[in-house]
């Protein structure tokens, strides 16, 4: 079965940096798009970012220039490099991806940004 598993989220003060990570199993990682998203107390799961098999990437407008979406297909990977961390981007982070008209989603990982 699919499976992502999260990780690298933790305690931040405004602008420093976190690096999150999605490993995937029970797919054949490399042909796959793959997403994250977040939710924040009390807010609708928003897009973060996405990156496609080929690695073409696209960002919400919010993240980009500071957000960092990467994968490496040998660990069955995806990465979330964020930079200059905001408040408002405290939430928790879950990584996804959609087999054969499924949407799977990890367990999450909370990023929480405050001094």
């Known amino acids: 079965q699919v499976q992502l598993v999260e990780s690298g989220g933790g305690l931040v003060q405004p602008g420093g940096s976190l690096r999150l990570s999605c490993r995937a199993s029970?797919?054949?990682?490399?042909?796959?798009?793959m997403a994250w998203y977040r939710q924040a107390p009390g807010k609708t799961r928003e897009f973060v970012a996405r990156?496609?098999?080929?690695?073409?990437?696209n960002y919400a407008a919010s993240v980009k220039g500071r957000f960092t979406i990467s994968r490496d297909n040998a660990k069955n990977t995806v990465y979330l490099q964020m930079n200059s961390l905001k408040p408002e981007d405290t939430a928790v982070y879950y990584c996804?991806?959609?087999?054969?008209?499924?949407?799977?989603w990890g367990q999450g990982t909370q990023v929480t940004v405050s001094s």
């Open positions: 990156i496609t098999s080929g690695g073409s990437t």
């Open positions: 029970g797919i054949i990682f490399s042909v796959y798009a």
């Open positions: 996804t991806v959609s087999v054969v008209g499924r949407d799977y």
